[in-house]
């Protein structure tokens, strides 16, 4: 079955580590973004409907783009099955844990920044390495 896409922009993914924060607080590690909207991977995802006020620094930068952001869909991490109950065979043990969030606001300035980052950064494999 053919999945739909619904995003208006295009989604790029981010092969460098960004933390997220809220306030001093890591919530996650950005994965990929697009102009409206960012996938945080994190092991505790947010509920839907939650709004955070987020700020990360994009490679290159000296300073933390802040914008405030809801989360749109989540996906929780696997839970380990109950004593007595059998794992499901062909579940994969690994997911992708995290939050989509929608991206509500940020400065003019800060929004020119993460455009900037998403048109104009190398994303090749050699970029990769860390």
């Keep these: 079955m053919e999945e739909i896409e619904k995003r208006q922009t295009t989604r790029i993914p981010v092969p460098v580590y960004i ?3 809220t306030e001093s607080f ?7 973004a697009s102009q409206d909207g960012l996938f945080i991977q994190s092991t505790e995802p947010k509920e839907i409907g939650t709004r955070m006020d987020l700020s990360l620094r994009l490679p290159g930068s000296e300073n933390k783009i802040k914008l405030s952001a ?3 869909w989540v996906v929780y991490p696997p839970s380990f099955p109950e004593p007595g109950h059998e794992i499901q065979p062909g579940k994969p043990v690994t997911d992708n844990p995290g939050m989509g969030l ?5 400065s003019p300035e800060d929004i020119v ?6 048109k104009g ?3 090749s494999e050699s970029n990769t390495a860390g």
């Design 26 to 32: 890591p919530v996650g590690i950005l994965k990929n």
């Design 121 to 123: 950064a190398d994303f």
């Design 19 to 21: 933390e997220a924060f």
């Design 113 to 118: 920044s993460l455009e900037g980052f998403l």
């Design 102 to 106: 929608r991206i509500l606001s940020a």
């Design 70 to 72: 809801e989360v749109v």
